[in-house]
């Protein structure tokens, strides 16, 4: 089992940047596909980026593509979510996740087997 907790959520105004971290306990980390999630309020949990057990291959929501960049550090046991030119339909609760099947429907929710409790991003107009 995996346990994760992210941090680097915050306030900023439209155009900044922000990096989350999602750092996850266990001697497993790199067994593990990882991704970001983020649920605006009001709206279905949605995909963000995903990233593979090595770090090799990533995958991006179209709305973040060019924007936001998912990296891993294994040795570290932690994920990283750069985002850069925020926007304020960015805001939303951003949540980490470990899937240990490797699934190839990283997109989907239901296939990620443990959560993190969430990271609050809120980007000012």
């Known amino acids: 089992q995996v346990q994760l907790v992210e941090s680097g959520g915050g306030l900023v105004q439209t155009g900044g940047s922000l990096r989350l971290s999602c750092a996850a306990s266990?001697?497993?980390?790199?067994?593990?596909?990882m991704g970001w999630f983020r649920q605006a309020p009001g709206k279905e949990r949605a995909f963000v980026a995903s990233?593979?057990?090595?770090?090799?291959?990533?995958n991006y929501a179209n709305s973040v593509k060019g924007r936001f960049t998912i990296s891993r550090d294994n040795a570290k046991n932690t994920m990283y979510l750069q985002m850069n030119s925020l926007k304020p339909e960015d805001t939303a609760d951003y949540y980490c996740a470990a899937d240990k099947g490797g699934s190839v429907w990283y997109m989907n929710p239901a296939v990620y087997d443990y959560w993190g409790q969430g990271t609050q991003v809120t980007v000012s107009s």
């Open positions: 990233i593979s057990r090595s770090g090799g291959t990533t």
């Open positions: 266990g001697p497993t980390f790199n067994s593990y596909t």
